[in-house]
């Protein structure tokens, strides 16, 4: 299991937490073409949307393409009201 880094003003303070107020991680269990479900460690899901300005990233630069069902992802971006997150970052893990 990967520690996340502690960084309490972007990550909600949640230092190696796999959900917190703007950062997400999980497997990807869905995707359609404006979000991706994630099935979290707790085994609850959620809903994170994705647009044309969403920085999406591997090792070499990644793409809405790289968003399949089994890939872990972590997420970056802004909590909505309805639990949802609209992603600012994507890294393909």
């Known amino acids: 299991q990967s520690k996340i880094p502690q960084r309490p003003q972007q990550f909600g303070g949640k230092a190696g937490a796999r959900t917190g107020g703007n950062f997400t991680a999980g497997d990807i269990i869905s995707k359609d073409d404006k979000s991706v479900t994630l099935k979290l460690n707790d085994g609850s899901s959620k809903i994170i949307f ?22 872990q992802i972590s997420v970056n971006g802004t909590l909505n009201s309805d639990g949802s997150i609209s992603a600012q970052s994507i890294q393909l893990r």
């Open 50 to 71: 994705y647009s044309v300005t969403t920085k999406i990233m591997k090792s070499a630069d990644g793409s809405v393409n790289d968003l399949i069902a089994g890939k």
